[in-house]
């Protein structure tokens, strides 16, 4: 069941980020498109996040700002992106506990 809250949620948030005019914003994602990522990659969006991306796909980069870090595509390319890639930013949580657990990060309490 989709929640009511969750949809409004990121279509608002989806509208925000389009009225900044920094990012592209193509047509959003469709339920077959949806149906195929999350087949695809084993998870399924949170209501929040399928509203945000079917109401647009953000894509590219904002402008550089000087001193501030910027990630060359911070937005995953879900309809046209490197399967390769994106599946590194969807293991990216993961990889990064299990290396903070490796070298001591997190102590038995």
């Known amino acids: 069941m ?20 920094l990012w592209p914003i193509e047509p959003g994602l469709t339920d077959a498109e949806f149906a195929r990522i999350e087949h695809q990659y084993g998870f ?12 647009g796909l953000p894509t590219g980069s904002p402008p550089p700002e000087p001193g501030v870090f910027q990630s060359e595509t911070p937005w ?9 890639e994106l ?11 299990l ?3 490796k070298h ?5 309490t």
């Open 2 to 21: 989709i929640s009511t809250a969750g949809s409004a949620l990121g279509t608002h948030a989806a509208h925000r980020l389009a009225q900044t005019g």
């Open 44 to 55: 399924e969006f949170s209501d929040d996040h399928r509203a945000f991306l079917a109401a």
């Open 99 to 101: 290396f903070d657990v």
């Open 87 to 97: 599946r590194k930013r969807l293991n990216w949580p993961v990889d990064g506990a």
């Open 104 to 108: 001591g990060y997190w102590h038995h």
């Open 76 to 84: 995953p390319d879900w309809r046209n992106g490197d399967p390769d």
